[in-house]
Every structure is written in C-alpha cells, then in structure tokens.
C-alpha cells in the first residue's frame, strides 16, 4: 500500500479564500483523523471519522472549519474563509480500529497571507 | 498546565552518544505511552509504546515509564545521524486513538 496519502503539499492562499485539503487513507482502514500542527501547539485533533461517520468534531477550532468523509477512500477538510491564524501543518491520519497502530500522511502546508 | 510538557529542544548530540528525550504528565489516569519519530516534512511514526511503568527495549531505543513521578523518558544508544529528527511522545488514558494527547516534540540532531 502506498500508506496515506494528503494533497496539496503545500498550499498558499490569501486571507479570505476557501481552501480544501484532501486526504486518501489506507484501503481497509475504518478510522480516520486530521490533526493540525504547530510550533505553539503541538499536533492536535481536529475530527475523526469511524466508517466514513465523523464521531467527535470537538477539536474543530470554529465553523470555518468543515470535514466530510464522502467514501471509505477520501476525505476533504475544507476552510472557509481562511485566516492567517490558520498556517499550520494538517495531517491525515488512518488505522484499522481505534487501538491499532495510527499511519500518518506526509501533511499538507498551509500558508494564509 | 498542559497535560503533556516536552522540551522542544533543539538537542544536539555527537554521533554515538546516548540520547535522552523526557515528557512529564499532569494526569494521573494516563496509562500508555507512546514514542513517535517525525522526520522533516513527513509525518510521524509510531516508534514505540508501553503501558506500565518500567523500561521497554527495542534496539537502540528503550522507553522509560515512571508513573510515580509522571516522567517519561526515550533513550537512544549509539546514536546515528539517521536519528535526526524530532520526537513526540503521546499518553492516552485508554489505549484509543482518539483520546491520543501528544507533546510538542523535541528536535534531535545527530552531528556525524
């Protein structure tokens, strides 16, 4: 298996504009998770998915921030609209049950202007 | 208080040195510990993980629980330039990922 794989890798947008990051789990994985990650912060959970269902949105910053798991292989994180506060490194992350090993993508950077 | 304090580093070592990494915890009801390696601009990895206190070995990684003083500690002997990375330790309450609290992550450099 290719492991989890996020587009774009980097992203560069105005404050203001939509911004979509995308995610491809492991085929078989029935868990999904997007963290964001800073220096400040660390890595935080921001949803997660159980069979395409998202179950604990709570680490969802604000409404600007939205997440769908339309099939077993895609997921999307949508900003909208975005800020500069919002610079940070998102990963997806999949695994087969919610105890088994968590396989992280190689993340997505995201620059608001 | 954060539930998980990490120095952030950056560390930087000769190579083969011992290396030692530390996190300390606030909440008692954490019971696993995990150790994941990040290389630059890829994601982590789950390097190791134990669940009570004692020492794990793997190699040249042993993982270190003191749940008494709520230290955790990763040791790497004979360090390797291929070590270079930052290193995240993560503590759960109930071995979920979904509950995984991670640290901010220490930044090693193994200087050859």
């Known amino acids: 298996d290719a492991g989890v794989i996020q587009s774009p890798r980097h992203e560069v947008t105005e404050m203001g504009q939509e911004v979509t990051l995308r995610c491809k789990p492991i085929?078989?994985?029935?868990?999904l998770f997007w963290y964001r990650q800073t220096m400040m912060r660390g890595l935080e959970l921001l949803i997660y998915f159980n069979n395409n269902v998202p179950i604990d949105d709570s680490g969802m910053p604000e409404d600007r921030f939205s997440a769908k798991m339309p099939n077993a292989s895609f997921s999307t994180l949508k900003i909208q609209p975005s800020e500069p506060r919002d610079s940070a490194v998102y990963f997806c992350?999949?695994?087969?049950?919610?105890?088994?090993?968590?396989?992280f993508g190689s993340g997505t950077q995201l620059s608001v202007l | 208080q954060k539930e998980v304090e990490q120095d952030p580093g950056p560390l930087s070592v000769p190579e083969g040195a011992i290396v030692s990494l530390n996190c300390t915890y606030s909440?008692?009801?954490?019971?696993?510990f995990m150790w994941y390696r990040q290389y630059s601009r890829k994601g982590p990895e789950l390097l190791m993980y134990?669940?009570?206190?004692g020492n794990k070995e793997d190699g040249r990684f042993t993982a270190q629980v003191d749940k008494s003083s709520k230290y955790i500690s990763l040791f790497i002997r004979d360090s390797q330039p291929s070590d270079s990375a930052t290193y995240l330790c993560?503590?759960?309450?109930?071995?979920?990922?979904?509950?995984?609290?991670f640290g901010t992550g220490t930044r090693l450099t193994i200087i050859p």
């Open positions: 134990t669940y009570s206190s």
């Open positions: 085929s078989g994985h029935d868990y």
């Open positions: 993560a503590i759960d309450a109930n071995f979920g990922n979904e509950k995984l609290t």
């Open positions: 992350a999949s695994s087969f049950g919610t105890d088994e090993k968590l396989f």
């Open positions: 909440n008692s009801a954490f019971q696993y």
